[in-house]
C-alpha cells in the first residue's frame, strides 16, 4: 500500500523576541511565574505587517528547499491555521499563489493546536489515495492577534510562526516488517465538542461579526491535555504494533512544558527522546510540531530511518497523534 514519506522541513520565525521580562513591564506578572508555570521564555511576535501567509510561505520555500524540489512538484497545499489573513480565501491558496503552484487543490485545516496533525491527516489520505504526489503540509499561526494582552493567564503562553513538511506518495520497499520502512505509519484523530467552553476564541464573522479573543480554563485543560493524549499515543501503537520502547522521538505540540513532561511521564519516556521547543517559541498552536520537527532536523537529531510520535490537542476539543518514520 503507499505511504506518505517525508522529504524535507522547514519553519518561519518573527524577527522580534519578545521575553517574559518583557512581558512583566506592561502585565502583573514575572519571569519566575511564567517558567514556573509554563516552561517558557520568549516567544516571537509578528509585526502589523506580517501575515499568517507570509510565514506560512517562508517556512513551505524551506521545506521545498530541503527536499530539493521546486514549487511546481507539489499538487497539494494545506495549511493548518486557526488565524488565517482573511475570512476566505483559504490561506492555503495565498501560499500556493505566491510559490507559483496553479491547478491542485489548497485549502486550509482548522483544528486549532491540532491542526497540523489533522492536516498530515488529510494529506495522507489524498496522497494513499492517488489524488496528490507530493504534497505540502503547513502550520501556520499569527496567534498573537488572537489574545487580550490584558489578561497574564494567556498573553503570557502564545507565540507566531509557521513549520511545513514535504510529503510524497511513495510503494514501501518489500520488506519483513513494513514498519522498518519510511513514511506514515498511522494516525488517529479525536475531538469531543462539547469541552468547547474551556478553551475557544469568543468571536467570528458568523456570530459576533468579529476577530475575539482567546479564552481559556487552564487547569481543566491540563487535565484533558495529558489524559487525551497519552491515550491516543498509545492507540498509534497498538494499531501499529511497535511498543513505547521503539519509539525514537517524541514530538509534541508546544503547549506548556508541565503537559509536556506529565505526558511523557504517562507514557513511560524519559524526557531526554522529547523534543521540547516551547522555551522559545511558546505555544504556536497549528505551527509548534512542524517548528519543532525542523528544529530537531535541522540540528541532527532526528534522522533518516528514526520513529517519531507526533501528538497534539486543541481547542474544540480536538486531539490526535501520527507515527512518522522519517
Not at 290 to 317: S, Y
Request: hydrophobic fraction near 50%; proline fraction near 4%; charged fraction near 20%.
Amino acid at each position: 500500500m503507499p505511504r506518505s514519506v517525508l522529504l524535507g522541513t522547514g519553519s518561519a520565525l518573527p524577527a522580534t523576541r519578545v521575553t517574559n521580562d518583557d512581558l512583566a513591564a506592561r502585565l502583573d506578572t514575572s519571569d519566575a511565574w511564567i517558567r514556573e508555570r509554563t516552561g517558557i521564555v520568549a516567544r516571537r511576535i509578528a509585526d502589523a505587517s506580517t501575515t499568517t501567509a507570509d510565514l506560512a510561505t517562508e517556512a513551505a520555500a524551506a521545506a521545498l528547499a530541503a527536499a530539493g524540489l521546486p514549487p511546481q512538484a507539489i499538487d497539494l497545499v494545506l495549511v493548518a491555521t486557526a488565524t488565517p489573513d482573511l475570512t476566505f480565501p483559504a490561506t492555503a491558496v495565498r501560499v500556493q499563489a505566491r510559490l507559483g503552484i496553479a491547478g491542485g487543490p489548497a485549502f486550509d485545516v482548522a483544528a486549532v493546536c491540532s491542526g497540523f496533525v489533522y492536516a498530515l491527516g488529510v494529506a495522507d489520505s489524498m496522497l494513499r489515495a492517488g489524488q496528490a504526489t507530493r504534497a505540502l503540509v503547513i502550520g501556520a499561526e499569527t496567534f498573537s492577534r488572537l489574545l487580550d494582552w490584558e489578561d497574564r493567564s494567556t498573553a503570557v503562553l502564545f507565540g507566531d510562526g509557521a513549520g511545513a513538511v514535504v510529503l510524497e506518495r511513495r510503494d514501501p520497499p518489500e520488506a519483513d516488517d513494513v514498519r522498518a520502512a519510511r513514511g506514515l505509519l498511522a494516525i488517529r484523530l479525536h475531538a469531543d465538542g462539547r469541552h468547547e467552553g474551556l478553551l475557544h476564541v469568543d468571536g467570528g464573522p458568523g456570530s459576533t461579526g468579529t476577530v475575539g479573543k482567546l479564552r481559556m480554563a487552564g487547569r481543566e485543560v491540563f487535565r484533558h491535555a495529558v489524559h487525551n493524549l497519552a491515550s491516543v499515543c498509545h492507540e498509534v501503537l497498538e494499531e501499529t504494533g511497535l511498543p513505547i520502547a521503539a519509539i525514537d522521538w517524541v514530538v509534541p505540540h508546544q503547549a506548556n512544558l508541565r503537559i509536556i513532561e506529565a505526558t511523557a511521564r504517562k507514557l513511560g519516556l524519559p524526557m531526554e527522546r522529547v523534543v521540547v521547543t516551547v522555551h522559545e517559541h511558546a505555544n504556536t498552536s497549528a505551527a509548534s510540531i512542524p517548528l519543532a520537527l525542523d528544529a530537531a532536523v535541522r540540528d541532527g537529531r532526528i534522522r533518516e530511518g528514526q520513529l517519531c510520535l507526533l501528538e497534539a490537542m486543541g481547542g474544540g476539543f480536538t486531539w490526535g497523534a501520527a507515527l512518522l518514520r522519517v
